[in-house]
């Protein structure tokens, strides 16, 4: 079965610094991948997704991921945070060529920005 | 383009009453999701539709939840009699297919005293 694992439930960073916000997935075949962002009282939006093609994935907002397959990791990254980017995100896999696309998400991470 | 819309935003309800969630997909997407959100974890998967028929409800509690999505535009979430612990946040989704992007809307928040 799929799952995914969100090390640290609350990330705080200080404006300018890196985020780097962590993912590991368990999956029998090389899965798809995605990070979403959830804002407070909004919906989730999508940042970036993986699906087989180049490992390292950009997303909006200066956001990137690398899949590392040897480290079953899709770790979410920017080189430099703002304040904007507080809000809480979101890791998500699913199963490729499956009819379904269902995505199995992980608990989350709180991203906290501190001016 | 006109998101996900979801209905209502906030519902107080006590244990044991019903409770129904409207949702209007993205024109021309023919999957819709429901995901149930509870505080401090991240969505889980409800039930998911194709067109106007059921996917996958394998994580659908069928003794109180029911949803359908008649003519496959509107769906309805219902909960019949509500548990404390069905408070929640109840997002929709849709795609254009399977395994596309979902987009999702700003869900309903119910709490249940």
């Known amino acids: 079965a799929q799952s995914v694992t969100q090390l640290g439930s609350h990330v705080s960073v200080s404006e300018g610094a890196l985020v780097l916000l962590r993912c590991n997935y368990s999956?029998?075949?090389?899965?798809?991948l995605f990070w979403y962002v959830q804002y407070p009282n909004q919906g989730l939006q999508l940042l970036l997704k993986?699906?087989?093609?180049?490992?390292l994935v950009k997303g909006i907002n200066g956001f990137e991921a690398e899949f590392k397959k040897s480290e079953t990791s899709f770790h979410l990254t920017k080189p430099s945070a703002h304040m904007s980017d507080a809000a809480e995100y979101f890791c998500?896999?699913?199963?490729?060529?499956?009819?379904?696309?269902?995505?199995?998400f992980g608990k989350g991470t709180k991203l906290s920005v501190k001016p | 383009e006109a998101g996900v819309a979801q209905s209502p935003r906030y519902k107080i309800i006590e244990k044991r009453q019903s409770v129904a969630f409207w949702c209007n997909p993205i024109?021309?997407?023919?999957?819709l999701y429901w995901y149930q959100q509870i505080l401090g974890q991240g969505p889980k998967l409800l039930i998911q539709f194709q067109n106007n028929g059921v996917v996958d409800d394998s994580q659908l509690p069928k003794d109180r939840f029911s949803a359908e999505r008649l003519k496959g535009v509107d769906s309805t979430l219902k909960i019949q009699p509500a548990k404390l612990e069905d408070s929640a946040v109840y997002l929709c989704?849709?795609?254009?297919?399977?395994?596309?992007?979902?987009?999702f809307g700003p869900g309903t928040r119910l709490t249940v005293t």
């Open positions: 989704a849709s795609s254009f297919l399977p395994a596309y992007e979902q987009y």
């Open positions: 999956s029998s075949v090389p899965p798809y």
């Open positions: 024109s021309g997407h023919a999957t």
């Open positions: 993986y699906t087989s093609a180049a490992t």
């Open positions: 998500a896999v699913s199963e490729p060529g499956g009819s379904q696309g269902n995505l199995i």
